[in-house]
Every structure is written in structure tokens, then in C-alpha cells.
T-cell receptor
Framework: GDSVTQMEGPVTLSEEAFLTINCTYT??????LFWYVQYPGEGLQLLLK?????DKGSNKGFEATYRKETTSFHLEKGSVQVSDSAVYFC?????????????FGKGTKLSVIP | NAGVTQTPKFQVLKTGQSMTLQCAQD?????MYWYRQDPGMGLRLIYY???????DKGEVPNGYNVSRLNKREFSLRLESAAPSQTSVYFC?????????????FGPGTRLTVL
């Protein structure tokens, strides 16, 4: 069935380092793809999204490109900051039980140290 | 504009006790959701309400009931709590279920069942 696989953490980086968090999915067709972020003690919030192949979503310096050939949506940032410390969730909109719902990966915890 | 609010923030129950988690949104959204978040599991959908007057099961509905009281409010009830229901519960809302619309999350309720 449809599913999502996300790089497991935790990931610890120094400030200004390059970040990549891998996400791949299995689906029939071409689902819309999302990254959500959860800051400590808070609920999730949308970081970025892409709704069709080759689209690039971007926000707050983060980017992810919809790659239909590899069914991937990897999250990247060129220079992380301490304030980026959070848990990141990949979430494709997948079909299940007769409807389309967000299907969340297990989350990747990022810690950025000064 | 408070967004999505949840009460209570924390709760401790004994096995077999019942309780209701409350959720309200002030964004005039049609769709509302209940998720649970467990370590290493990401978020899993318990129930959702695509529109006022309708509710549907998600991935993990067993042991829970829901009520869409009106367009603003969506409650989650545990009739007989079990230790396996120890989790963090998130309510979310969006304009339209199963679409590319952003889901907005509440701050969560941390529930412990002893």
C-alpha cells in the first residue's frame, strides 16, 4: 500500500552547516507532498509543499523538489541556524480507506549547535 | 485569532477512566482531525470530520469516539482508557479534507494512562 519513508535521526549539525533530510514515498499516481515542522513544545506547522512533479517548495531558507522519477521529496537548507532545531515530518497526501489523507513519516529530530 | 485550541494541556488517568479532549478552531474551516503522536511513530490519524455532521475513521480509531459538535468544535472521547493510549494528542483543521490545503495544528494534549 501507499507509504512514506523518512530518514531517521537524530541529526546534530553545527551552525551554518548544510542540511539534507531524505524522504521517499510509495504511491499510485503523483500525490501532493508536504514538509511539516514541530518546534519544541508546539504543534506542527506547514513548512513547505509541492503539488506536482518538478515543483520546488521553499520557505525560511528550506527547499524541497518533487522528484517523480525517484519518488522523493528531500528537504534541504544551505546554512542551518540554532533556531532551526526542531522535528521535521515528511507527509505525502496518500490514498487510504477511501479518502486522501496526510501520511506522516516518523520524523527527524534536528539539533543545531552554535 | 487563536487558531486551533485544545483543552486540557495535560491529563493523567487511571486505567478504565473516561475523558473527553476538546478542540476548537476559529478559522471557519470545514474539516477537522484528531491525531496521536507516539515516539518513533510520527503522527497517526485517529478520526476526522470532513464537514459538519460527518465523521470518519482514520488509521487507529479503536478505543476512541468523536463528536463534531458544530463547525468550530470537534471532541475526542476515551470511554475506558488503557495504558496503550498514553500519547500526545493533536487536533488540526483545514479548509477541505483530502486536498492540498494546509492543516493547522493545536498545541497538543499530553495524556498519561496509569
Amino acid at each position: 500500500g501507499d507509504s512514506v519513508t523518512q530518514m531517521e535521526g537524530p541529526v546534530t549539525l553545527s551552525e551554518e552547516a548544510f542540511l539534507t533530510i531524505n524522504c521517499t514515498y510509495t504511491a499510485t499516481g503523483y500525490p501532493s507532498l508536504f514538509w511539516y515542522v514541530q518546534y519544541p513544545g508546539e504543534g506542527l506547522q506547514l513548512l513547505l509543499k509541492a503539488t506536482k512533479a518538478d515543483d520546488k517548495g521553499s520557505n525560511k531558507g528550506f527547499e524541497a523538489t518533487y522528484r517523480k522519477e525517484t519518488t522523493s521529496f528531500h528537504l534541504e537548507k544551505g546554512s542551518v541556524q540554532v533556531s532551526d532545531s526542531a522535528v521535521y515530518f515528511c507527509a505525502p497526501l496518500l490514498s487510504g480507506a477511501g479518502s486522501y489523507q496526510l501520511t506522516f513519516g516518523k520524523g527527524t529530530k534536528l539539533s543545531v549547535i552554535p | 485569532n487563536a487558531g486551533v485550541t485544545q483543552t486540557p494541556k495535560f491529563q493523567v488517568l487511571k486505567t478504565g477512566q473516561s475523558m473527553t479532549l476538546q478542540c476548537a478552531q476559529d478559522m471557519n474551516h470545514n474539516s477537522m482531525y484528531w491525531y496521536r503522536q507516539d515516539p518513533g511513530m510520527g503522527l497517526r490519524l485517529i478520526y476526522y470530520s470532513a464537514s459538519e455532521g460527518t465523521t470518519d475513521k482514520g488509521e487507529v480509531p479503536n478505543g476512541y469516539n468523536v463528536s463534531r459538535l458544530n463547525k468550530r468544535e470537534f471532541s475526542l472521547r476515551l470511554e475506558s482508557a488503557a495504558p496503550s493510549q498514553t500519547s500526545v494528542y493533536f487536533c488540526a483543521s483545514s479548509e477541505l479534507a483530502g486536498s492540498t490545503d494546509t492543516q493547522y495544528f493545536g498545541p497538543g494534549t499530553r495524556l498519561t494512562v496509569l
